[in-house]
């Protein structure tokens, strides 16, 4: 459990980061949409990928219901981290954020975190994935910080 005086001294931080760098929050249908955007890409990317692997469906296991879709959510997950991964690498932000011109700031620098802060966030988003009733954190506060920005102290403004 956090505590008040960190979450009012975080609140302040923002705020001065706010207007004194005169950034614009990101709205959450934008943050939604970059997510769903990202999402869809993926999705896209891995069933091009399941369509090229003909070998797949000659494993007696996958004819499995059960054991197919476990498959494909687990692929989805892995595909969605090297994903991450490689657009964090290459340009500090994935694709979507890129088009929708989001940009991930850490509070204290007001700057593009490290690569190592971004990576221990793509681990807490995937986190937030597997458990979805962390996105319930976003409507708690005030600047839509979802459970892995919080852990990471960044944000997300546009740019």
């Given at each position: 459990m956090r505590s008040p005086n960190l979450e009012k001294e975080e609140t302040e931080i923002i705020e001065t980061l706010l207007m004194r760098e005169k950034m614009r929050l990101c709205p959450l249908y934008w943050r939604i949409l970059a997510f769903l955007t990202d999402g869809l890409l993926v999705?896209?990317?891995l069933s091009d990928l399941l369509r090229a692997c003909d070998?797949?469906?000659?494993l007696y296991w996958l004819a499995n219901p059960i054991y197919h879709g476990v498959f494909v959510a687990m692929g989805f997950i892995i595909l969605y981290g090297v994903y991450e991964i490689f657009f964090v690498c290459l340009?500090?932000?994935?694709?979507a954020k890129l088009v929708f011109r989001i940009k991930?700031?850490?509070?204290?620098l007001a700057d593009c975190p490290n690569r190592a802060i971004?990576?221990?966030?793509?681990g807490l988003k995937i986190?937030?994935?597997?458990?979805?009733?962390?996105w319930f954190v976003v409507f708690k506060n005030p600047?839509?910080?979802a459970w892995h920005e919080e852990?990471?102290?960044s944000l997300l403004v546009l740019f």
């Open positions: 999705a896209f990317l070998f797949l469906h000659s340009c500090k932000m994935s694709l991930i700031i850490d509070i204290y971004l990576l221990k966030r793509l986190v937030v994935f597997l458990c979805p009733f962390l600047y839509h910080r852990k990471s102290k």
